[in-house]
């Protein structure tokens, strides 16, 4: 599959993206991953993972104002429906997609 450009996936028509923005340095963020995945399998694949990193899209952080990682935020449409900053566990980020899908 190739590689989409960051802009065309937040817009993608009828699909729920959750953009996680990360860092290869970031303790936390490499410990939400797994987190990330389990909950969005268990939303039965419903919402689309996008991770990007700060270091090389400096410009998408800054757009939507990402000042601290991990930051995670839903889109849809291109819209924002949701956005959080900072570690979460599974059973929060759960209930907080649970009502995008």
Known sequence: MPKKKFKDIIKSPGEAVLVD???????PC???T???E??????G???????LNVDKN???????????IPHFIL??????????????????????LKGFI
């Open 34 to 36: 797994p987190i990330l």
């Open 75 to 96: 889109f849809k449409n291109g819209k924002i429906l949701w956005r959080k900053g900072g570690y979460m566990t599974k059973r929060d980020l759960l209930q907080s």
């Open 58 to 68: 400096p410009q998408a952080s800054l757009q939507f104002g990402v000042r601290s």
């Open 38 to 43: 389990e909950t969005l399998h268990e939303l």
């Open 21 to 27: 923005f990360y860092a290869d340095w970031c303790a």
């Open 30 to 32: 490499q410990t939400m």
């Open 45 to 51: 694949g419903k919402i689309k993972l996008y991770k």
